[in-house]
């Protein structure tokens, strides 16, 4: 294993067309993170057990590794080539990139800079994007812990940069499909690892009709949501001896709250105006 370096994971499956720009992307942030820095980045193309070898072929013209899964699972998911992607890192660190997002050319950099300040997880900001990469709404990502993902919010990134050594023998199941990364990130919370976030947004999240995301909340993924919550509840009392509150939550919480007291004194205001403005009126 060579000290600072990278290995990006790209898991896909029948899908060239997307997984060029993907890839493009990366090759570029990976060059200003080597005008900075001796950090090398290795880029892993993992492929579902495709029936082609198309992306074999791409991996091959873009000049960057390759790795296939032999059996598909049936699953319309990439926690199988995920999976593969993590057993063949040989870099220090790691990080899962979505073969249909763009990576700008800070993102490495500065996620980078983070690890350098002490960081074992680093999570990047990001801009919501439609199919031809437009930019519609940023993300900016706010500090979480425990307690947020035990109470549903998720605010780490599934393809966050972090040591490999950390993750290597954790329990990459499949079968929690979209869910795959929350164990993963809760076992380090656990261990009482260091999470921080880069709050430029350093990547295009692009949303189309074939985002393998688009069945999120659908009662498939609200199950592994549920199991992966559970299977990590029971971890955290297990090794906490309770459960962590959610700042996050909280926060919520008081937002709803400050903006119903807001309606409230908006409508009385509104009906002392219209009482007013009926005594003016009447005879």
């Known amino acids: ?3 600072g370096s990278v290995t ?3 898991p896909t499956r029948h899908r060239t067309e997307y997984v060029r720009v993907a890839v493009l992307s990366i090759l570029a942030s990976a060059a200003e993170l080597a005008l900075t820095t001796s950090v090398r980045t290795r880029v892993l193309i993992c492929d579902d057990a495709p029936e082609t070898d198309d992306t074999k072929e791409l991996a091959r013209q873009l000049g960057v590794d390759y790795a296939r899964v032999l059996e598909h699972d049936g699953r319309a998911d990439p926690g199988a080539a995920i999976a593969l992607g993590v057993s063949r890192v040989d870099t220090s660190h790691q990080l899962i990139f979505g073969d249909d997002d763009l990576m700008l050319v800070r993102h490495l950099p500065l996620a980078w800079a983070k690890v350098d300040n002490g960081a074992d997880v680093v999570s990047s900001s990001y801009q919501l994007a439609g199919a031809d990469l437009a930019p519609a709404r940023t993300v900016v990502l706010p500090p979480t812990c425990l307690g947020d993902l035990l109470a ?3 605010l780490v990134n599934d393809g966050s940069l972090v040591a490999h050594d950390l993750v290597a023998e954790l329990d990459w199941d499949a079968s929690l499909e979209g869910q795959m990364l929350l164990p993963i990130w809760g076992e380090l919370m656990l261990a009482g690892r260091r999470f921080d976030q880069v709050t430029e947004p350093t990547w295009l999240y692009r949303r189309h009709g074939a985002n393998i995301s688009a069945a999120a909340l659908s009662r498939h993924d609200l199950g592994r949501r549920a199991e992966a919550r559970e299977r990590l509840r029971q971890r955290a009392v297990a090794v906490l001896g309770s ?19 807001n309606r409230r004194l908006t409508r009385r205001v509104v009906r002392r105006l219209r009482a007013g403005l009926a005594r003016r009126l009447s005879p």
Do not use: C, D, F, N
């Open 1 to 3: 294993m060579s000290p």
């Open 8 to 10: 990006v994971i790209v």
């Open 152 to 154: 549903g919010h998720t």
């Open 243 to 261: 459960v962590p509150e959610s700042p996050y939550a909280a926060q919520l919480a008081e937002k709803s709250a400050r903006a119903e007291r």
